[in-house]
């Protein structure tokens, strides 16, 4: 098991990790859970041990720690990866589901509008979109799959 210090690439650094290395990861691995809005290319991940990271912390620049193993790596690449991918699938088809009932709803406001005998009653005040939408939010289930990921890479802000 190895343990990383997360901390910003200085602009000026020339040593970036290389491509599917460990230390790489644990950069991808800490911008999701820290849901830093820069490339996990702006991170650097350095081990415990070494110099950089006790001058770090001591400086108060380490952002994060994480373990690493390889158990920790397949689980990563894999399961989570994949749980990543099948949230995002879920939110574009909510979004969609919400755009296509806003229509609808819109629609039948029309047709109650160009009634004459019903023009009074509008479904907008008894139909409300975002009420039945709000149900299918994945936030909660999202809190509890990155709190368990933290606990399992024993994630640690600093």
């Not at 460990?22 to 110099?51: F, H, N, W």
Request: net charge negative; hydrophobic share 45%.
């Amino acid at each position: 098991m190895s343990t990383y210090i997360i901390i910003e690439r200085r602009e000026n650094a020339a040593m970036v990790h290389a491509a599917g290395s460990r230390e790489a990861l644990a950069c991808e691995i800490a911008k999701q859970l820290m849901s830093y809005p820069g490339s996990s290319d702006a991170l650097m991940a350095v081990s415990e041990t070494s110099p950089i990271a006790s001058l770090a912390v001591l400086q108060s620049l380490a952002l994060c720690a994480l373990d690493l193993d390889d158990e920790l790596e397949a689980v990563w690449r894999g399961d989570v990866q994949q749980i990543f991918e099948g949230m995002q699938v879920f939110r574009r088809r909510v979004e969609a589901a919400n755009a296509e009932l806003s229509s609808a709803l819109d629609e039948l406001n029309e047709v109650f509008e160009q009634s004459e005998t019903f023009e009074d009653i509008e479904p907008h005040d008894y139909i409300s979109v975002t009420d039945v939408m709000e149900g299918l939010s994945l936030d909660e289930m999202h809190y509890e799959f990155r709190k368990s990921l933290q606990g399992s890479l024993k994630f640690r802000l600093m």
